[in-house]
């Protein structure tokens, strides 16, 4: 659960994360486009973004823009039930992604929660912190879920549809440095491949091929920014079979060359 308190001083160019991206802007404005979608963020908006969306932020003018900043990753939600709905999170992890961002004025109560989560990270990490930080993220985001109380039902997965999703959620998370055949992944759930594609489009917002290229170029936008290595070995490791395969794939998704990136990546630095 890294966070930070900034200030965007300088564009920050398309990226995407696996984790769950949460702003409040204190004071200032600045631009985001998430996805598709251009929008203004001023003081006291909220916006969450959620994983694996590409998005960007920058300044409208040459005034600083301060905010809180949380990612946490939202792997732990699989575990949990609402009895109420019979839905688990397993299947709500797919909410994230139906909405493509969220943005809202903050309430008291959503500042209160950010504020908590930062104060206790900043205190110590041993485990009884951890699990707090972990239960004020889950009272955010059945806040945030108490917004959208007007979604139907037909909007989230079945438990068994909702199983489909985890699973090949999980099989691309652990096979993504290999070559991966969609009907591979229907084969293990003993489902036809039209029916896996269907599904996973549905209710991830985005076709699974795509997410596959998605995924792997968050993977090597990671390798670019802690490692050293040359593009024809991250193309590799994400299992793509050259490096000329790999900048055409990156400039499809981010919008830049991966040179143009691994510049970027040094200068923030």
Do not use: W
């Amino acid at each position: 659960l890294p966070f930070n308190t900034g200030k965007i001083i300088i564009t920050f160019q398309k990226h995407l994360h696996t984790s769950v991206e949460i702003y409040l802007i204190k004071s200032g404005t600045c631009v985001m486009t998430i996805g598709n979608t251009t929008i203004e963020c001023k003081p006291d908006d909220f916006i969450m973004i959620p994983p694996n969306v590409v998005h960007s932020f920058y300044l409208t003018d040459e005034n600083e823009c301060s905010f809180y900043h949380i990612h946490f990753f939202p792997e732990f939600l699989s575990h949990i039930t609402l009895e109420e709905t019979h839905l688990q999170f397993d299947a709500l992890l797919n909410f994230f992604a139906a909405l493509h961002f969220h943005q809202q004025k903050t309430t008291k109560e959503l500042k209160e929660l950010i504020l908590a989560i930062i104060r206790l990270y900043n205190t110590s990490q041993d485990s009884t912190v951890s699990a707090n930080i972990n239960l004020y993220i889950l009272q955010l985001v059945l806040l945030i879920m108490q917004s959208y109380k007007t979604l139907s039902k037909a909007q989230f997965p079945e438990k068994i549809q909702g199983n489909y999703i985890s699973f090949t959620l999980n099989y691309i998370e652990h096979h993504y440095m290999d070559k991966i055949l969609i009907p591979d992944i229907a084969k293990e759930l003993n489902i036809s491949t039209r029916y896996l594609s269907k599904l996973f489009s549905q209710y991830m917002n985005i076709s699974l091929g795509n997410y596959i290229n998605v995924y792997r170029i968050n993977r090597a936008i990671e390798l670019m920014d802690t490692t050293t290595l040359t593009f024809t070995e991250i193309s590799g490791m994400i299992g793509l079979k050259d490096s000329q395969h790999f900048s055409k794939l990156f400039y499809n998704i981010i919008g830049t060359t991966p040179s143009q990136y691994k510049k970027f990546i040094l200068k923030r630095k």
